[in-house]
């Protein structure tokens, strides 16, 4: 690739054109080595790779392009490329899930267009705010694993302030009189009320997508559509007419040669047909999803397939099909770590053993009956180790060998006296604090010799008690007395004494210890500088100082404003969050639409099993028999 910069650009924008946009990041690539002194290129080239490389999906490229668009256009004063490259920049980081930071970014466009009087910028922008804030209720109601309408409030809340963009954009382009821009405002409108419980605003949203969609021959916005028309009308009760608009689904994915979606509208054409207790009909499209997500791959898919198929032969009576198909849906469930599908699976198949009389030992894919035959064999163990004449120890033996292995320490004051005393005699020093057991030895010893004089002179029958506690207080102040000059010689071992030759060392001391901390210092001085911001680097810019230069001494207004400086604490407010763990990802099924519609399919099938179970005959019933035939 050879060429200036200019060239190599316009060869890669023509390339990501005609949709090869793997070939054109490599022009581009080839036209940033070779470098330009034009700003408004190089930043025009950052604008394409950087959409290039979200086409392509790969969104850190994608984001370190647009931050490269947007700093240059800061830096060049270019407010309507900072307005683009904000939205640009706030599209990717809601892809990245980084929610606040893309609001941040898209309300900066916003502004800037409305600073700018640019209306289709300001309709850009409002309709990104409306996706990101759609977008975040989405992902959080996904989690919380409820129907539409029965979201939290914060969930209602994103969704609510989506719609309100929405419709912001949907007057605005209106008035620009976009019809194409119209369409994508209705659709989003349409799902963003169908997910806040508004199925009826909902249906009119969609059903002006889908004129709008016709008159443009959008055969991919048609079946959108179609789709979204007939999961509202399953939640207002209007399952005929779901039925209709699911048909047309099929019809579409059939043209288009999608066979994941082929799938999808099969799917929720055997739910409804379930709901409409046609299920005949139901394991028709289920056995043909089931066929698609085979091919395909999906074992997700396969799962939910089985699962249907199992719950459609269970209402005609086919339990032993039913069995098959929940074996196998429990299976795929192990396989995938579905722990939901796993326990549904679990249930279907203990109510089919139950209604066919099968015993659950005999199924040794059953759970159930493994654990029970665990926890028999743990007991029948335990039982056989009392019949074969092993005896237990009693509490009483036990404690014997315990206590015939237990050593007893004497550490009372008297023993410490006898110790010191026998250490004397023979002349040993102990090993540590020898200075403080001799003070107490001698200290034990003359009190020894004290209460042997008291003792001898002052029998206890014929002392009064007054002379006793005179006694006994002269003897405890001869004791304090003693042990206090002994003690007192500790206290002189720790003093420290001054003289000239210790007080040269500490300032000798002192001095060395001033120079360390200067050294110290000078190191450090430089620490604050290391962790400054340096200047963007911008890849491709040729005599990168001369040129940034040359415009920041020529505009003062270059200089970051009050709102940049806000814009930037925002973005990095969320900096832990991104240190979080994530939430577990939700295995891909491309077979399988929404799950809203199984939510629900799966809601109103909850009490088909009760409705299919015989009760058992009371007591009064058959003593009543009983008696019948006693009286004939």
Known sequence: MEGSCMELALEGE????????????????????VGTDDLQTLSAIYSQMGNAYFYLQDYGKALEYHKHDLNLARTIGDRL??????????????????????IVCCQRHLDISQELTDKIGMARALYNIGNVYHAKGKNAGMYANQDPGEFPPDVKESLEKAAQYYEQNLDLVRELGDRAAQGRSCGNLGNTNYLLGNFSLAITYHEERLTIAREFGDRSAERRAYSNLGNAHIFLGQFDV???????????????????????????????YTLLRDYDTAIEYHLMHLRIAQELHDRVGEGRACWSLGNAHTSLGNHQLALQFAKRHLDISKEIGDSTGHLTAEMNLADLKGILGINGDSVPSDGSSVLTEGSMLSESSAGDEMDIGVKRPSQSASRRRSMENLNLMKLTPEKHQVENRIAEANGSVRPKHHRVQKAATVAGNLREKMLTSVLAKDRPSSASPQR?????????????????????????????????????????NSAQAEEFLDMVAGIQGSRMNDQRAVLPEFPGLNNREAVIGQFINNRDENQPDDGFFEMLMRCQGSRIDDQRTELPTVQSAPTVPDQDLFNLVQKMQSSRMNEQRSAMPTKRSSSKKKDKKDKK
């Open 14 to 33: 023509r390339m990501c054109k005609s949709g090869d946009c793997r070939l054109g990041v490599r022009f581009f690539e080839a036209a940033v080595q």
């Open 81 to 102: 490329g900072e307005a683009k490259a904000s939205g640009n920049l706030g599209n990717t980081l809601k892809v990245l899930c980084k929610f606040d930071e893309a």
């Open 242 to 272: 779901a039925s209709n608009h699911y048909k047309r689904t099929l019809q579409i994915a059939r043209q288009l040669g999608d066979r994941a979606l082929e799938a999808q509208a099969c799917y929720s054409l055997g739910n409804t």
């Open 468 to 508: 006793g506690a005179s006694v006994e207080n002269h003897e405890e102040e001869d004791f304090l007395d003693l042990l206090s000059r002994f003690q007192s010689r500790r206290i002189d071992d720790q003093r420290c004494s001054f003289n000239e030759k210790e007080n040269k060392a500490s300032q000798a």
